[in-house]
């Protein structure tokens, strides 16, 4: 158990409606990280957050939005959603914000998201 | 650009052999770090080791061993007397300067271990 969490486990929903999933870090870090894992695609970086700010974009599609609250959890909300959203959606943590490249990211279970 | 290869797409063992996997990277930084990470068929990524580039000592770690050479930019990844359990998919990942310290990874290798 890494000690990050993410909810929903499973998630089934039809094109075209908005989700969202939800992660809360390791007790102490401060950095939140989402990935995407598709067959095609591979393992994908989204977006990190560090103390509530946005600090590193990736592959992030414009209908993909994240937050991280004061608490320091993390929504990603999914909107517009296709087939192609389909995925293992990742959270992972670290303790800093990771600049420095020695932080080890710890991650969740993933949320299976199935778009019919 | 940074680039991580882990050309092996599946490997199949029995039980008791030891493997190999195979992770090559690319990158012009003179400060990195390497990563593996694997993934059981329940879906979750387990962290395994983390090296950094000023570190070519190899690590031992049970039945598991990494071998890091920077001469051939390769960080393999060798588990000794495999078990089913050890059936997974393994990723190798590079984080430096240039990918914004971000983890770049590589496609995975899927290893089968049959008893």
């Known amino acids: 158990d890494s000690g990050v969490t993410q909810t929903p486990k499973h998630l089934i929903t039809a094109t075209g409606q908005r989700v969202t999933l939800r992660c809360s870090p390791r007790s102490g870090d401060l950095s939140v990280y989402w990935y995407q894992q598709s067959l095609d695609q591979g393992l994908q970086f989204l977006i990190q957050?560090?103390?509530?700010?946005?600090?590193a974009k990736g592959n992030i599609l414009e209908r993909f939005s994240a937050q991280q609250f004061p608490d320091l959890h993390s929504e990603l909300n999914l909107s517009s959603l296709e087939l192609g959203d389909s995925a293992l959606y990742f959270c992972?943590?670290?303790?800093?914000?990771?600049?420095?490249?020695?932080?080890?990211?710890?991650f969740g279970p993933g949320t299976r998201l199935t778009v019919l | 650009a940074q680039k991580v290869t882990q050309a092996q797409t599946e490997i199949s063992v029995v039980e008791k052999e030891d493997v190999t996997l195979d992770c090559v990277y690319e990158t012009r930084d003179t400060t990195y770090y390497l990563f593996w990470y694997k993934q059981p068929p329940s879906g979750e990524l387990v962290f395994l080791i983390r090296?950094?580039?000023?570190d070519e000592q190899n690590e031992i770690s049970g039945r598991y061993s990494w071998n890091f050479q920077k001469s051939t930019s390769s960080f393999n990844f060798t588990i000794t007397a495999s078990q089913v359990v050890d059936s997974a998919v393994y990723f190798c990942a590079l984080r430096d300067m240039d990918s914004n310290y971000q983890l770049i990874w590589g496609a995975g290798t899927k290893l089968i271990i049959k008893p």
């Open positions: 090296r950094n580039s000023f």
């Open positions: 957050y560090y103390n509530g700010e946005e600090r």
């Open positions: 992972a943590s670290s303790v800093t914000s990771g600049s420095g490249g020695t932080d080890t990211q710890y």
